[in-house]
């Protein structure tokens, strides 16, 4: 039976076996399965994803090896924090700032994995469904699209079927979801949660704004990286869309940005789990909608800056581009050595001008500093 989701939801028990004949016939299977899997037979392997027959198998046979591995070999600590003011037969919109396009929301999935929490469904951007073995893995590992639009009427349309699938997967389906904070990743280091996004959330109930939000369990969610993931790339995109009306992304850039991501050495990472949004809160004194919306977004930013795990290299950023030792207690001298030594390696990669892009590249890791302080003194 035809459903009025089915252009963006998750795969359907049924359609996981097809799909998982589809991975396993892959040009890419080899190379994925040694990556996974590094110590088995490909074609052992290969038999297990045939034999697959529902997105849990899938996420427990697979996925979560694929987490194990991304956190073995690219990450030195994985930490996590406030998971115990949660219930794990409730389900959660947890909305998060949004560092790499792949990790933030895989390691959500391995910590509530780990944790007894069932694993949630994930916005995928239909820019990154292609080529249909990405489409295989990402819908049997419960991810739905979100369909870019380019005109404002296409926009709306797809916003309110965002909105009306979302709140049909918390309050009907039974299940929990992730959604970045804003559309596109935290380039500068400064995260914020776009009042759009807030928008969208209550298009599919206006007439009670408070109600709208409150019934979707809002989880604001803090992932802090010591080492932050594609910080050269994402130097270079800032820096070029200084002298560019718009930038525009190469062919391949995303997939590069995914593999970097996942390859790049991260060093400590944490996720925070905030404390969910109550409805006392939502009772803000407002005259217009967008004023509703403008207040949530404050709620969830504060929230999420005040949950940062700031680490030495946000400290030593922030000094050496202050020119003081205001954090000097957080971080070794070698430690900053070692800093100012990897910004000038990545920074001659890059043709430009060298202070421009030394200021840029600072502000990824000392702006998180200044909106963490910032947040506290309010």
């Known amino acids: 039976m035809q459903n009025k989701f089915d252009d963006i939801r998750p795969y359907y028990p049924s359609e996981i076996p097809p799909a998982m004949q589809r991975i396993a016939e892959s040009e890419y299977f080899g190379i994925l399965s040694q990556y996974v899997f590094p110590d088995k037979n490909i074609e052992d392997i290969r038999e297990m994803v045939r034999h697959i027959r529902t997105t849990d198998e899938f996420q427990k046979g697979i996925m979560y090896s694929v987490n194990q591995q991304f956190v073995l070999r690219s990450i030195t600590n994985l930490s996590f924090d406030g998971l115990d003011q949660l219930d794990p037969q409730k389900n959660y919109l947890f909305v998060s700032n949004h560092r790499d396009i792949m990790l933030d929301s895989s390691l959500l999935q391995y910590i509530l994995h780990r944790n007894g929490f069932r694993t949630t469904e994930i916005t995928f951007g239909s820019n990154l469904m292609n080529p249909q073995l990405v489409v295989d893995i990402g819908k049997a590992n419960k991810m739905f699209k979100v369909i870019r639009s380019s005109n404002l009427r296409d926009f709306l349309k797809n ?175 070698v430690e900053k050595e070692t800093f100012i030594a990897r910004c000038n390696y990545m920074l001659d990669q890059i043709d430009g001008n060298k202070d421009s892009l030394m200021s840029i590249f600072l502000g990824i890791y000392a702006n998180s500093v200044d909106n963490a302080e910032n947040s506290n003194n309010q």
Request: charged share 25%; net charge neutral; aromatic share 10%.
């Open 159 to 333: 916003s309110m079927h965002l909105s009306e699938y979302i709140r049909y997967t918390i309050k009907e389906k039974g299940e929990s979801i992730w959604i970045a904070q804003r559309n596109g990743r935290t380039k500068d280091g400064n995260d914020a949660t776009d009042q759009g996004i807030i928008k969208m959330f209550c298009m599919s109930k206006t007439s009670d704004l408070v109600n709208s939000i409150d019934e979707l369990n809002i989880v604001p969610i803090a992932i802090s990286y010591q080492i932050e993931p594609c910080d050269i790339l994402k130097t270079r995109e800032l820096y070029l869309s200084q002298n560019c009306d718009r930038y525009i992304k190469q062919p391949g850039e995303d997939l590069n940005s995914i593999l970097t991501g996942i390859m790049q050495q991260k060093g400590d990472v944490n996720i925070s789990f905030c404390k969910p949004i109550m409805k006392e809160e939502l009772e803000f004194d407002h005259k217009v909608p967008n004023e509703f919306y403008k207040n949530v977004a404050t709620l969830i930013d504060k929230r999420i800056y005040r949950h940062y795990k700031l680490y030495n290299n946000n400290y030593i950023a922030h000094d050496i581009r202050s020119g003081k030792t205001t954090y000097s207690e957080n971080y070794a001298k």
